[in-house]
């Protein structure tokens, strides 16, 4: 007797036995899709392991139906849902589910199909039915299993599962000609007096082929009629089939530019990069890293071999999906969340099948179906879309590496402002380091101007900042203003020096919190009362709300009403591409100023913008987050990136409470490996990653004091020596969506220890925290509030 570990696409911590019947048997097993029952449903799930090792003799149900002959995923693809899984302590069905598309998985139904000649063929009409629909049909009194059996045997009854959400094909009528294209053509001729039309219709068909009917019908200029009439006279047939649907082709419009001769340094690129292993590839925006992705792209595809590359979300616009189609026509996939479902499935399909070599996609795409696959890329590596926010947490930058180890390929990590860790791991020889000194173009980086805002008495918009931007606006050129107002968590910022008071274990900035008058620390929860003197120059002034940018907008409405703002926000942006729709309005200079959070500094390229300004710079620095520096650094950068891209020169303003900041000195004078430097000295003697390893724990329920005590008792657990606890305490959001939340960190040398500590505190949460209240595990966490 065979068993086989399922994954089912429940949040459960492990796989689930089943035994497999002999005639579901043979070839490879792992990662093919089976029907099984759990509880009282039936679902369709994944084959994680053959024949576990089943002690006891309990009766095992069976698998009710093999879905795939052969696994749908590589060989690699399955030992990276395994390595995810026990990893990020995910459920193995909710890591599965993360490489399918929609629908592949899940509920699943029995359809019937029967004959004419079944006993029960009334009832459906041959059609196909569900099961359950047709026993209710049949009555009680029916022994409808019986006779499904029975007729089976005869071929009377056929009946098979499949997931009840899988979107259907999409069908499209295809008109066949019955004859070859010379009698075609005579046809018509001898028509083209009485029927005009029916003639065009030969006449297109002798030179096509089969081709769709809507596309028939519209070069003929005819209708439905002629087509029938034609039918009639048995000259074509109409056909319904399934055709993939590709949004690539309908919307873009390919960009078919020579490629450009590769300078010294990315010939020097293309040199090292090559063999097994990862390579950091670090170069300011626009010195070439596309260019140096597609060169290697190319030379896997020239052997054959496929790529993979993982973009943020937000940076995957059109334009920069075509310098891909346009290098490789036809041979790229896009997978991204602005897809329907149906979308979704076929563009999968088409790169299982092998149609598509190249694949594109933000984090899931890690998990793309690629057969022999030569390289994945990961553009902006150090970008926090790559973490997952809901389970399973996974990074698919850090997969991305996991998989090119599995495949024995290389990975390239590319990135103006590499993070931390990567950043680390190329110091330490773990990683290649390859740099890209300068702009391709030979464009300078722009000038930067720092404004100091602090003292009191400034507006929002300093006078230079509206200065350059009235002047951008009057010569037709274009601006963008981030400001990164993330609305919650106020700092109490000293309105004389700008001095925010920071936890001392922690080295965070403390939350100001109206009730109770104080300031919190949201990673240990130490507080102290927030009536106090300024350390550093005895004021006892202090605001505690940034602007936002809902007022910059009115205030650039009142100051410059001659300027047109276009805002990209969460408010402005939700809906599915939305904020596609926004980038392209600024880009056909729809607006002068593009106003909004980070999301305006992600990715774009527009050639008219030379102004770049940020206001209120060291906002950002102040959340509860150990990597906000990092964060405000990396943004800066970039914004600094987004200006003078083509042949006019940029000009960067940033305006800034706190220009003394090295933070922000360092962002303005393009100055990555020596922020780096502090920055690694600064995490190292706090104890945080990259150095240690760090889990962050999350439980959330309705009631608070149920949610803070399954906090205190799970936490109450002893935990191995070695690894350090922050909290718990109140989250930094510590309310969202009537859920009330509280966190810890725990962190540890080892991810060995840490995942053995999170699994104690786990266990203590499952017997005593109580029902109504859910504990999340998340393992190299990214977002802290
Ligand atoms: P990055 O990905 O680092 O931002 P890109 O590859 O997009 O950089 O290059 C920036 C611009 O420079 C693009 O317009 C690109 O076509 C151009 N470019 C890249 N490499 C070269 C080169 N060797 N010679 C001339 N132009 C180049
Ligand atoms: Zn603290």
């Not at 899984?85 to 199909?113: I, K």
């Not at 009917?213 to 006279?233: K, N, Q, W, Y």
Request: proline residues 7%.
């Amino acid at each position: 007797m065979k068993t086989v570990a399922v994954a089912v696409p429940r949040p459960v911590w492990n796989t689930y036995s089943y035994t497999l019947p002999e005639s579901m048997q043979g070839g490879t097993l792992e990662g093919c899709r089976v029907v099984v029952p759990l509880g009282g449903s039936r679902v369709a799930g994944v084959i994680w392991r053959e024949d576990p090792d089943i002690s006891g003799s309990y009766r095992l149900k069976s698998v009710l139906e093999r879905l795939d002959s052969r696994p749908l995923l590589p060989p690699s693809v399955v030992s990276l849902l395994r390595w995810a899984s026990d990893y990020y302590m995910a459920p193995p069905g909710m890591t599965a589910a993360a490489a399918f598309p929609p629908g592949m998985q899940g509920r699943a139904v029995r359809l019937v199909q029967l004959e004419k000649g079944s006993r029960l063929y009334r009832l459906s009409g041959g059609r196909v039915v569900e099961y359950r629909l047709l026993r209710d049909m049949a009555g009680k009194d029916t022994p409808v299993d019986r006779i499904l059996a029975e007729e089976a045997q005869s071929g009377l009854a056929s009946s098979w599962w499949k997931p009840e959400n899988l979107p259907p094909p999409l069908k499209v009528s295809m008109i066949e000609p019955l004859a070859e294209p010379g009698a075609l053509t005579s046809a018509g001729q001898s028509l083209r007096s009485t029927a005009p039309k029916q003639a065009e219709i030969l006449a297109c068909l002798a030179v096509t082929g089969t081709v769709p009917r809507t596309e028939l019908l519209r070069a003929a200029g005819a209708g439905r009629s002629s087509l029938e009439r034609l039918r009639e006279l048995g000259l074509l047939r109409e056909t319904v089939v399934a055709v993939p649907r590709d949004p690539l082709l309908s919307r873009l419009s390919m960009d078919e530019k020579p490629p450009p001769e590769l300078n010294p340094h990315q010939r020097m690129a293309l040199e090292t990069i090559g063999g097994p292993g990862t390579c950091l590839l670090h170069g300011v925006t626009g010195s070439g890293k596309t260019e140096v992705y597609l060169n290697l792209i190319k030379r896997e595809m020239d052997r054959g071999r496929g790529a993979i590359v993982l973009v943020p979300e937000i940076s995957l616009t059109p334009l920069a999906v075509s310098r891909f189609e346009g290098r490789f026509p036809g041979g790229v996939a896009v997978l991204h969340s602005g897809l329907s479902r149906g979308e979704r499935l076929d563009t999968w399909n088409m790169v299982q099948r092998g149609e598509r070599r190249i694949v594109i996609g933000p984090r899931s795409a890690v998990f793309a179906p690629v057969g022999n696959l030569g390289i994945i890329v990961v553009d902006e590596e150090h970008d926090s879309s790559y973490k997952q926010g809901s389970t399973p947490r996974y990074n698919g930058r850090d997969l991305a590496v996991v998989r090119g180890g599995i495949e024995g390929i290389p990975v390239v990590l590319g990135s103006a402002s590499p993070s931390a860790e990567s950043w680390k791991n190329a110091l330490e020889r773990r990683y290649t380091l390859v740099t890209l000194p300068d702009r391709a173009t030979g464009r300078e980086l722009p000038s930067v101007t720092l404004v100091n805002t602090a003292g009191g008495g400034h507006s929002l918009l300093s006078r230079e900042l509206l200065a350059a931007i009235g002047k951008r606006t009057s010569r037709g050129e274009q601006s963008i203003i981030l400001l990164n107002r993330r609305g919650h968590s106020p700092v109490q910022m000293c309105l004389a020096c700008g001095h925010v008071e920071k936890c001392p274990s922690c080295g965070i900035s403390m939350t100001y919190h109206r009730r109770g008058e104080m300031l919190r620390c949201h990673h240990c929860g130490r507080w102290k009362s927030a009536r106090m003197r300024c350390p550093e120059c005895s004021g006892e002034e202090y605001i505690r709300q940034g602007p936002g940018i809902q007022k910059v907008e009115e205030a650039l409405g009142e100051l410059l009403p001659r300027t047109r703002v276009i805002r990209m926000d969460a408010d402005t942006t939700r809906g599915r591409s939305a904020h596609w729709k926004i980038v392209d309005r600024f880009s056909r200079g729809e607006g002068d100023v593009l106003l909004g959070t980070q999301m305006v500094a992600k990715g774009h390229d527009f050639p008219e913008v030379t102004l770049a300004a940020v206001i209120g710079a060291e906002m950002g620095l102040y959340l509860p987050d150990f990597r906000a520096q990092e964060t405000t650094f990396n943004l800066l950068l970039q914004v600094a990136g987004r200006s003078g891209r083509s042949q006019k020169p940029g000009e960067v303003i940033i305006q800034t409470l706190d220009p003394e900041n090295p933070v922000i000195r360092l962002a303005c004078a393009h100055d990555y490996e020596a922020f780096m430097e502090m920055e690694l000295n600064q995490r190292k003697s706090m104890g945080f990653p990259p150095f240690r390893r760090m889990a962050r724990l999350l439980w959330s329920g309705e009631d608070p004091s149920g949610v803070r005590r399954a906090a205190e008792v799970s936490c109450g657990v002893p935990i191995p020596e070695g690894c350090r606890m922050m909290g718990p305490s109140e989250a930094a959001m510590a309310r969202i969506a009537d859920k009330y939340r509280y966190s810890a960190l725990l962190t540890a040398g080892s991810h060995r220890l840490l995942k053995e500590a999170a699994g104690l505190i786990r266990e203590a949460f499952e017997a005593r925290g109580g029902k109504h209240v859910r504990m999340d595990v998340d393992v190299d966490p990214r977002n802290l509030m």
